[in-house]
Each structure stands twice: as C-alpha cells, then as structure tokens.
C-alpha cells in the first residue's frame, strides 16, 4: 500500500518570499508518478506540479519546483517569488504505474501574508 | 471545454433519504473517479471506472453506497439511506488515459442532518 506523510499541517510566509513544502511518501513500486495539487478555498483541486519517478531531473512549472530524492522517498514543493493567489491547500500524491488510484497526503494549508 | 461538471455544488438532507450526486466528465476521457473528502479521513477513493467499466469499488464505505456510468457521458454516486457521517465533499475526476493529469470537478458539499 501506498503512503503519503506531510508534516507541516500550516506554513505562512511574506509575499515575494521563498517557501518549501515538505513530503515524504512510501510504495514498494519501483515506477510511480508524483503530484502536487493545489486547493485554493474555491474548493477546485488544480495540478500544480508533476514527477515520473523514472525522471532523475527535478520537474519544474514556473515560480514551482520539486526537489525530488528517490532513495530518501522525498517530495519536497518550493514556491518562489509567492504571490497571494497562491494561498491555498497543498496536497503531496502518488500514483503507481499502471495503478489509476491517487493517493493523497493530508496536506498543507499555506497562507501568503500580504 | 468546460471541464468536469457536477452537480449540485451543495446538498442539505435529513437523515434516511436517498442522496444522488451527479459528473458530466471531459469528452474523451476514459477514465472516472469518485474521491471523498473529510477532515476526518482528507481525500479517498471510493471507486473509479473505465470506460464505463467500474475497476475498483474497494473504498465505497458499505452498500448503501452505489455508482453508475450507464454512458462515457455522465455517472452518478447514490447513497441510500444517507447517514450524517456522509457529511463531506464528494469529487468527480476524469482522466485522458493511464499516467494523464487528473482533472477535477468543483466538488458536491454534502450535509445530512
């Protein structure tokens, strides 16, 4: 079975400023994907990011970025330059391969202080 | 295209009745999630399909819970009797194909009073 751990239930940090959320996760599967979706308080579930395990190049979408470690089972989000809009709840996922079930984490809910 | 529809955005019942949630996924995507989201428990899978087909049903809590996709069109969750521990927000998400984004609906609010 799959695991996803996400220790800091809340995070705030300034606007423009850099903030790193952290994931670990556990599966006996060597392929897997890994996400970060977002939830702001309009309730939508939106991707932020994505990562195919097979990857070892750190997946990066604009101002987001992962820190990705295989062997430490790792995930880490890092948001840079964050902006109001990114005020939201963050949540860590896998995904084995050729398994459609998304696993979540308990998430983060992150606050961008103006 | 409008994405993942669902509706309602918000449902009130009392206790006994029989609750319908509907999902109008993304035209061409195979494959249809139903996720439940509590504080008690965050998001779970209750069942997803593909192509129409119902794979894996083994978080639907009991059966008072069923789920239907009788086209690639539309599928609906059903709880009866519907109970107050159902209370959460219920998500509809569909995807393209295998290792795709998932795509998800605004999501239901559920109360039973």
């Known amino acids: 079975a799959q695991t996803v751990t996400q220790s800091q239930p809340e995070m705030s940090v300034q606007e423009a400023e850099t903030v790193t959320l952290s994931c670990t996760y556990d599966?006996?599967?060597?392929?897997?994907?890994l996400f970060w979706y977002k939830q702001p308080p309009s309730r939508q579930m939106i991707l932020v990011i994505r990562?195919?395990?097979?990857?070892?190049q750190n997946a990066t979408e604009n101002r987001f970025s992962v820190n990705f470690q295989k062997a430490a089972k790792s995930f880490s989000l890092k948001i840079s330059d964050s902006q109001l809009g990114d005020t939201a709840m963050y949540f860590c996922?896998?995904?084995?391969?050729?398994?459609?079930?998304?696993?979540f984490g308990t998430g983060t809910r992150l606050t961008i202080i103006p | 295209d409008a994405g993942v529809i669902q509706s309602p955005r918000h449902e009130v019942t009392e206790m006994g009745q029989e609750v319908t949630l509907r999902c109008k996924p993304i035209?061409?995507?195979?494959?249809l999630f139903w996720y439940r989201q509590t504080m008690m428990r965050g998001l779970e899978l209750l069942i997803y399909?593909?192509?129409?087909?119902?794979?894996?049903d083994s978080g639907m809590p009991e059966d008072r819970f069923s789920a239907k996709m009788p086209n690639a069109s539309f599928s609906t969750l059903k709880i009866q009797p519907s109970e107050p521990r159902d209370s959460a927000v219920y998500f509809c998400?569909?995807?393209?194909?295998?290792?795709?984004?998932?795509?998800f609906g605004q999501g239901t609010r559920l109360t039973v009073v």
């Open positions: 996922v896998i995904r084995d391969f050729g398994n459609e079930k998304l696993t």
């Open positions: 599966t006996s599967e060597s392929n897997y994907y």
């Open positions: 990562q195919e395990a097979y990857k070892q």
């Open positions: 035209s061409g995507h195979d494959y």
């Open positions: 399909f593909n192509n129409n087909v119902p794979i894996d």
């Open positions: 998400a569909t995807e393209r194909g295998p290792g795709t984004e998932a795509f």
